[in-house]
């Protein structure tokens, strides 16, 4: 069975600060891996995907997450945090057409 | 940019009561989803459908819950006889078909809140 973890229900940062949302996955197969982002009242939006490409994958924002076989790792970073970049953030893991997700990290932008 | 919409936004229902999410997918998407998240818990998988019928389904998605595309827009999720742990966020999506399995992405509704009371 394919399942992500991801460490820290609530980070916190203040405004120009990294960004480190950590995701570990457990997969029998090659993964492909996604995070996701959901802003206040929106549904849930892809910020990048990882299919096996390239080790290091840039998204939308100034995101990118880099793809750790030896760590089992797909952790996402931001040099400079944005108030803008307050909301909710998934990691997940696809088998076949179904992707399963983790529980969700709550990123608190502080000015 | 295309969405999915969901309907209704907010939901208040009494325990054994029939209650119908509905949702309208991206028009040339072919595949639907319905996930759930109870308050601070996982994103789960309910079901997937494709060709007008399921194509998987978890273990929560018991006899209780149904799914239809009654028309060429709407996609709905049924649940019979809601219980008190039934109260969460559903979450329609719709994804392409085609292209390598697994590297699908999914579009997301805003999500239907359901409180069982």
């Known amino acids: 069975a394919q399942s992500v973890t991801q460490l820290g229900s609530h980070v916190s940062v203040s405004e120009g600060a990294l960004v480190l949302l950590r995701c570990n996955y457990s997969?029998?197969?090659?993964?492909?891996l996604f995070w996701y982002v959901q802003y206040p009242n929106q549904g849930l939006q892809l910020l990048l995907k990882?299919?096996?490409?390239?080790?290091l994958v840039k998204g939308i924002n100034g995101f990118e997450a880099e793809f750790k076989k030896s760590e089992t790792s797909f952790h996402l970073t931001k040099p400079s945090a944005h108030m803008s970049d307050a909301a909710e953030y998934f990691c997940?893991?696809?088998?076949?057409?179904?992707?399963?997700f983790g529980r969700g990290t709550s990123l608190i932008v502080h000015p | 940019e295309p969405e999915v919409t969901q309907t209704p936004s907010h939901q208040v229902t009494q325990m054994g009561q029939e209650v119908i999410l509905r949702c309208v997918p991206i028009?040339?998407?072919?595949?639907f989803y319905w996930y759930r998240q109870i308050l601070g818990q996982k994103v789960e998988f309910l079901v997937s459908?494709?060709?007008?019928?399921?194509?998987?389904k978890s273990e929560i998605f018991d006899d209780q819950f149904s799914v239809e595309r009654p028309d060429g827009s709407n996609f709905t999720l049924k649940i019979r006889s809601t219980k008190l742990e039934d109260s969460a966020m559903y979450f329609c999506?719709?994804?392409?078909?085609?292209?390598?399995?697994?590297?699908?992405?999914?579009?997301f509704g805003a999500g239907s809140r359901l409180t069982v009371l």
């Open positions: 999506a719709s994804s392409e078909a085609g292209g390598v399995p697994g590297a699908n992405v999914l579009t």
């Open positions: 997969s029998s197969v090659p993964p492909y």
């Open positions: 990882y299919t096996s490409a390239a080790t």
């Open positions: 997940a893991v696809s088998r076949g057409y179904i992707p399963t």
């Open positions: 028009s040339n998407h072919l595949y």
């Open positions: 459908f494709y060709n007008n019928e399921i194509s998987e």
